[in-house]
């Protein structure tokens, strides 16, 4: 079968070459052959590096990491859904049924994502690049399942536009993409985005809803006083409890987690130090609580909300974060002081990971100067040393 497909690109590719009647559309043509194949091109002059990872196996790997997250998002749904209108169901009755209705809001991310990428590429006479290969998982992944998909277009459209393409395409955005499109729908449709209406499927709709039933998730219940009313802490670690679509399951984040370390395409001292810097600034609110929020054990902030798919998905994004060793670990470590400061101290927003990654996003290339002109700075100061004890021979 890939023979046959081989065959029939390389038949048409002439016409898509420089000269040919169809060559306009180069870029495009090259991006769908980049993505099914290796390209054939090699470096011929300059200094390259050489290396078995490029960009499209550094996106598939990441995919992989956020399969476990996926599959489970997809479970979880359709248990939050029967579990809403008291009925009964197998597990894989369920895992369809969530699949579903997951399926449309990953088509539509995709479909409007790459739309806009081809464009662009097309405008300026680039080549297209695979970054959107997981963005395009990501959005959907940290939105309610019940989130019409016009908005999800429009928020898709929105980060796409304004918090990639304007800095220059992938590899040039200060911001996260897939962060900015849940920002630009929490403050643009926060209805859509907050309450215990939005993360059960048809709960928007009130449809067939049993009494009694709560779509409240374990960070609405702490910053309405209601610590009491949370699940325990193996139900929120396994995630069967109602939230955004991957972001649920710490234990399924963490298997993604570790794929992303062994591979070494994610960064084990940014996933760390969030997780060290959360843990830190938890304990401090525990010593001086003032209220039952600040109560909540310190290690409860890491399986609530979207604190682990943050530290592991988002945070480590190689564009947006910290560059240098030393700076991922300052990087990793505000990250989860401000997560878990945002959202225990401010009531109006309890998921404050958000915009913790997107705050320190902008302070990134910051952590790093100061970083590298600290090497400097002691190389200088060796450097200086090293003379004077020279000039102190000659003298002797």
């Not at 597990?91 to 994502?113: A, D, H, Q, R, T």
């Not at 989130?147 to 898709?156: F, V």
């Not at 084990?268 to 938890?282: D, E, R, T």
Request: one cysteine or more.
């Amino acid at each position: 079968m890939m023979n046959f497909l081989r065959k029939g690109i390389s038949k048409i590719k002439p016409h898509f070459t420089e000269g040919g009647k169809l060559g306009k559309f180069r870029s495009v043509f090259e991006g769908f052959e980049s993505f099914l194949f290796v390209p054939d091109r090699v470096t011929f002059k300059g200094s390259h590096v050489r290396d078995s990872i490029d960009l499209k196996r550094t996106m598939s790997v990441v995919i992989m990491a956020l399969l476990p997250a996926l599959l489970f998002g997809a479970y979880n749904t359709g248990l939050q859904h029967f579990r809403s209108i008291g009925a009964e169901a197998e597990p894989l009755e369920m895992f369809l049924f969530g699949f579903m209705k997951i399926l449309p809001l990953i088509v539509v991310s995709y479909s409007v994502g790459l739309g806009i990428e081809f464009i662009a590429a097309q405008i300026r006479g680039h080549e297209i690049n695979e970054g959107f290969l997981v963005t395009g998982l990501l959005i959907p992944l940290i939105m309610p399942v019940d989130i019409p998909l016009w908005m999800l277009a429009i928020a898709t459209a929105f980060a796409v536009i304004i918090g990639k393409e304007v800095f220059g395409g992938t590899g040039m955005n200060v911001f996260n993409p897939a962060l900015i499109a849940r920002a630009f729908l929490f403050f643009s449709y926060p209805a859509w985005m907050t309450g215990e209406k939005v993360w059960t499927q048809g709960m928007i709709k009130g449809e067939n809803i049993i009494d009694g039933f709560s779509g409240a998730t374990p960070l609405a219940l702490c910053a309405a006083g209601e610590t009491s009313k949370i699940p325990s802490f193996m139900q929120m670690f396994i995630g069967t409890i109602p939230g955004s679509i991957g972001e649920t399951s710490t234990l399924a984040i963490l298997i993604g987690a570790l794929i992303l370390i062994i591979t070494g395409i994610g960064s084990w001292k940014i996933i760390i130090s969030v997780f060290s810097g959360g843990l830190a600034m938890g304990l401090l609110l525990n010593f001086f609580a003032v209220n039952p929020y600040m109560e909540v054990p310190a290690y409860y902030h890491f399986v609530m909300g979207g604190f682990a798919f943050g530290a592991v998905f988002m945070a480590t994004d190689p564009v947006s974060g910290a560059q240098t060793e030393k700076g991922k670990w300052i990087y990793g470590f505000l990250i989860g002081v401000m997560s878990i400061l945002i959202r225990v101290i401010n009531p109006a927003y309890p998921e404050g990971v958000m915009l913790a990654i997107l705050l320190m996003n902008v302070f990134a290339p910051l952590i790093d100067y100061f970083v590298i002109q600290s090497n400097i700075n002691k190389r200088l100061k060796r450097a200086g040393r090293a003379i004077k004890l020279q000039q102190d021979e000659r003298v002797q």
